[in-house]
């Protein structure tokens, strides 16, 4: 979930910014705690990204490409603020994630989810990347899907894929 707020304060909320730095703070200082150097490494790179800096990790952290991940997202519409940046409803990432990373019923109920989206609209790169959505819910392989989504389509399932891989985070 930390990918998905990220990019949602970052692109579509930045009124909540300095309530998300507090809580990466928080993290952060818990990962220094109990001597999690990669995890603080991690929260550490986040705050950068969320003071408008550039931020990476070595080639081969577990956490490099979701910090790459991160910042390809907020690139793709820039850092405007505008609600209109994303032509589908922002909580689709955090939702699928969690539905890939769920029960059977979850997964069933994100399904009916994205099938109700899918009869609502008319874009057809949309309706792609919902298919997609769909049978990754019962596929075990995700890297064989969505090959064929351009644009905001392809990063959104690249941004569902890593947080799946990341455990959510």
């Known amino acids: 979930?930390?990918?998905?707020?990220?990019?949602?304060?970052?692109?579509?909320?930045?009124?909540?910014r300095m309530e998300w730095c507090k809580e990466i703070n928080g993290a952060?200082?818990?990962?220094?705690?109990?001597?999690?150097?990669?995890?603080?490494?991690?929260?550490?790179?986040?705050?950068?990204?969320?003071?408008?800096?550039?931020?990476s990790l070595p080639v081969g952290h577990p956490y490099?490409?979701?910090?790459?991940?991160?910042?390809?997202?907020?690139?793709?519409s820039g850092l405007d603020g505008k609600k209109d940046a994303l032509p589908f409803d922002v909580e689709l990432i955090p939702r699928s994630i969690a539905a890939l990373l769920g029960d059977a019923q979850k997964k069933m109920e994100h399904a009916q989810y994205l099938a109700k989206l899918a009869a609502q609209t008319t874009d057809e790169a949309l309706k792609a990347l919902?298919?997609?959505?769909?049978?990754?819910?019962?596929s075990k392989d995700l890297s064989q899907l969505g090959r064929d989504l351009l644009g905001i389509y392809q990063q959104t399932w690249k941004d569902i894929v890593v947080g799946v891989e990341s455990g959510g985070c």
């Open 1 to 16: 979930m930390i990918v998905a707020i990220t990019i949602t304060v970052m692109k579509e909320m930045p009124e909540k």
């Open 130 to 138: 919902l298919l997609v959505i769909q049978m990754a819910l019962f």
């Open 64 to 76: 490099a490409i979701v910090i790459d991940s991160i910042q390809a997202s907020i690139a793709i």
């Open 28 to 55: 952060l200082r818990k990962a220094q705690v109990i001597n999690r150097s990669q995890e603080a490494e991690f929260f550490t790179a986040i705050l950068a990204i969320l003071d408008n800096q550039s931020a």
